[in-house]
C-alpha cells in the first residue's frame, strides 16, 4: 500500500500522518545529531539518512495493516443521535359554533444523545534500539509495531549515534554488561540486576575454621576444625633466697615442695633482714633494751631513773624542791623563794609594799598622786609649763605674727586672705567645687540661682563657638544672616572633652533673633568636630527657622566616653 494512501486512509483517521510525522522528527534529530557530532563524516550520513528514508518508506505499507489492525482503539467518538421531534398536538373538537378548535400544546423535546467516547490519539513516535516502532498513546498505553528498521540500517544507526568511525570526543550507548567470576546476572542487554553469586559455602559459624580462599578473596570452602595438643616435657621452678625447693625439674611427674631456707627475709620484701630480732636491732618488751636516739611519744615511765637528759618539758612535774632541783637562779633568788610574802627578805607580789627600792621604772604604774607622789618640774613636751612660776603667757599681748597652716592655723590674718568660704558672707568660687550629698540626703538646695547671660548685638552665621565657662545662655540681638553651625567648647584655651567628665552633662540656651527672612542651625559641634557627636533633635531637625521672632535653642550635652556626645536638642519660637 502506498504511503498516500496510508495518510489518507479514513480507517486510521489521521494517525498516520502522527506516526509519519514522528517519523520525520526522528529523522531529523538524527540529521541533527549527525551535524553536531560527526562533520567528518557528512557525506556518508548522508547517504544513510536517505537510505533511511527509502527503507522506512518500504516499511510503510506494512505499517498501515500492522496499524489498522492494532490501533482498534483509535476511533474518534461518535456523535450522539440526535433526539425525535415531539409529536403535534391533536386537533381540538369544532366548537359549537363551528369554529376551528384551539391549537394543541408543543410535543416535549426529545432527550440529548450519549457523548460519544474520546478518541485517543499518538501521543508519541519512535524507533527503539532494535529497529521496532514504539507509539505512546494519550491514554497510556504503548504499542510495539515491531521492526521497521532493517539490520544494517540499525547497525549505520549506531555508528551515527556514536559519532561515526574516526569522530572523537562523542557519546555512546553501552549496549552489553558482561559479569566476571564470582558475579551473576550477566549479562545485561537492557536492564538487570548484577549480584555476588554464591559459593559451596553453608552460611554460619565456625570453630577454629579451615578455610578456602579463591583469587577473588571469596571463602570457597569452610568447615570446622579442632584445638591444637601436645606433651609437656619438663616443668621446673626457681625461688628467692630465703626458700629452697626441691623436686624440680619435674619430667614426667612428682611434686614440687617449697621451704624456708633459713636465710633472712630482706627488708625491701618486707622482712628484717636478720635471723634473730637482736641482730635486726629489733626491741622487745620483755628483754632490757638500750634505746639510742629514739623517740617515744607520751610514754608512762613508772619510778625511771631519768639521769641527766640533755633537755626536758616539766610542765605537769610535781615535788621539785626549789633548793636542790632548780639552778641557774640568781644570788638571793632561791633563799627569797623560801620567805613568806610581807616578811623582810620576801618577794613582792600584787598588793605587796615596795618598800623603798634603790631604783625602777615605773612606767605601767597608776594611781601615782601628784601632791605626793611626784617631784620636780613637769616639762611643756609632757604638758607642763616647764617652769615652776605662776605667771604664764598671754596670747592677746605676747603672740605676734600667723600661725603656718603645718601648725594648725590659716596663714593669714583674715578668712578671706585665706581663701576660707564663709556660710553667711557672699563668696567667690573659681574652682571646682563638688557637692555629693549622700544616699538620703540631696547635695545641694537653692532657693534661688542667678545665671550667666551673655547679650551681643550680633547675627548668627557661620560656625558659633560657645565657650560654656563664659555664660549659661548666649543671645544674639540682631537678625541671622544665613543658616549656621554651633559648636560647643569649655573656653578658647579648654576643650569641653577636657572639661567634662564621662557621666556629666551641662546645659545651655543659644537665643537667636530671626527677621523677614529666617534660618536655623544646621550643624552641632563639640571641640570643632561633628564626629563623636550624636544630636537629637525633639520631633525632628530643623529645616527651617522662624521669622519675626526668637528661636530659644536649647542643648542637653552629654558627655558618654571620651570625645564622645549626645546632644538633646529643641527649637521654641518666642513672638511678640
Not at 627475709?265 to 618488751?285: E, F, K
Not at 600667723?402 to 596663714?411: D, E, K, S, Y
Request: glycine share 14%; charged share 10%.
Amino acid at each position: 500500500m502506498a504511503i498516500d494512501k496510508i495518510f489518507n486512509d479514513g480507517n486510521v483517521d489521521g494517525i498516520a500522518d502522527n506516526i509519519f510525522n514522528a517519523v520525520n522528527n526522528s529523522v531529523s534529530e538524527v540529521k541533527q545529531m549527525q551535524q553536531r557530532k560527526a562533520a567528518e563524516n557528512a557525506q556518508m550520513v548522508v547517504q544513510s539518512l536517505k537510505k533511511i528514508d527509502t527503507d522506512i518508506r518500504d516499511k510503510f505499507d506494512n505499517v498501515a495493516n500492522v496499524l489498522e489492525k492494532r490501533i482498534i482503539t483509535i476511533k474518534d467518538g461518535r456523535d450522539g443521535i440526535n433526539g425525535k421531534d415531539g409529536r403535534d398536538g391533536k386537533d381540538g373538537k369544532a366548537g359549537r359554533d363551528g369554529k376551528d378548535g384551539s391549537q394543541g400544546p408543543q410535543g416535549p423535546k426529545g432527550k440529548d444523545g450519549v457523548d460519544g467516547i474520546d478518541g485517543v490519539s499518538v501521543a508519541n513516535a519512535n524507533i527503539d534500539f532494535d529497529g521496532s516502532l514504539i507509539i505512546a498513546l494519550s491514554n497510556g498505553r504503548e504499542i510495539n509495531v515491531g521492526e521497521v528498521v532493517s539490520t544494517e540500517l540499525q547497525d549505520r544507526i549506531k555508528v551515527i549515534t556514536s559519532g561515526g568511525a574516526g569522530g572523537g570526543g562523542g557519546s555512546g550507548t553501552v549496549t552489553s554488561v558482561a559479569t566476571g567470576t564470582g558475579l551473576s546476572g550477566g549479562p545485561i542487554t537492557t536492564t538487570g540486576t548484577i549480584a555476588l553469586a554464591n559459593t559451596a559455602v553453608t552460611a554460619g559459624s565456625y570453630t577454629t575454621a579451615n578455610i578456602t580462599v579463591d583469587a577473588q578473596g571469596r571463602i570457597t570452602a569452610a568447615a570446622n576444625g579442632s584445638g591444637g595438643s601436645g606433651t609437656v616435657t619438663s616443668v621446673a621452678a626457681t625461688v628467692p633466697a630465703f626458700l629452697s625447693v626441691t623436686g624440680s625439674p619435674i619430667t614426667s611427674s612428682g611434686t614440687l615442695a617449697i621451704t624456708l631456707s633459713g636465710t633472712a627475709l630482706p627488708i625491701a620484701n618486707g622482712g628484717t633482714g636478720a635471723t634473730t630480732l637482736a641482730g635486726a636491732g629489733i626491741a622487745t618488751l620483755t628483754g632490757v633494751e638500750t634505746l639510742t636516739n629514739k623517740t617515744l611519744t607520751s610514754p608512762t615511765l613508772t619510778t625511771p631513773a631519768l639521769g641527766t637528759p640533755a633537755s626536758g618539758v616539766l610542765t605537769n612535774a610535781t615535788g621539785l624542791p626549789i633548793s636542790t632541783g632548780v639552778s641557774g637562779l640568781g644570788t638571793g633568788i632561791a633563799t627569797a623563794l623560801a620567805v613568806n610574802v610581807g616578811t623582810a627578805g620576801a618577794p613582792v607580789v600584787n598588793g605587796g609594799a615596795l618598800g623603798t627600792p634603790s631604783s625602777g621604772t615605773a612606767t605601767n604604774l597608776t594611781g601615782l598622786p601628784l601632791s605626793t607622789g611626784v617631784t620636780g618640774t613637769l616639762p611643756i613636751a609632757n604638758g607642763g609649763t616647764g617652769t615652776t612660776s605662776t605667771t604664764f603667757v598671754n596670747a592677746a599681748t605676747n603672740v605676734t605674727g600667723t600661725l603656718p597652716i603645718a601648725n594648725g592655723g590659716t596663714g593669714q590674718t583674715t578668712l578671706a586672705a585665706a581663701n576660707i568660704a564663709v556660710v553667711n558672707v557672699a563668696n567667690t568660687f573659681t574652682g571646682t567645687q563638688t557637692f555629693s550629698g549622700t544616699s538620703s540626703a540631696t547635695a545641694i538646695v537653692l532657693n534661688d540661682a542667678a545665671e550667666v547671660v551673655t547679650v551681643s548685638a550680633t547675627a548668627a552665621t557661620g560656625t558659633i563657638n560657645y565657650d560654656i565657662t563664659t555664660q549659661s545662655v548666649l543671645y544674639y540681638t540682631s537678625n541671622a544672616s544665613a543658616n549656621w553651625t554651633v559648636n560647643f567648647r569649655g573656653s578658647s584655651g579648654t576643650s569641653l572633652d577636657t572639661l567634662m567628665s564621662t557621666g556629666q552633662s551641662m546645659t545651655v540656651a543659644f537665643l537667636v533673633t530671626q527677621g523677614a527672612t529666617a534660618y536655623y542651625n544646621s550643624a552641632v559641634q563639640v571641640d570643632g568636630t561633628a564626629t563623636g557627636v550624636t544630636t537629637r533633635w525633639f520631633g525632628s531637625a530643623p529645616t527651617a527657622g522662624n521669622a519675626s521672632g526668637i528661636d530659644s535653642y536649647r542643648y542637653l550635652i552629654i558627655k558618654t566616653g571620651s570625645a564622645t556626645f549626645t546632644v538633646l536638642a529643641s527649637n521654641t519660637q518666642f513672638k511678640a
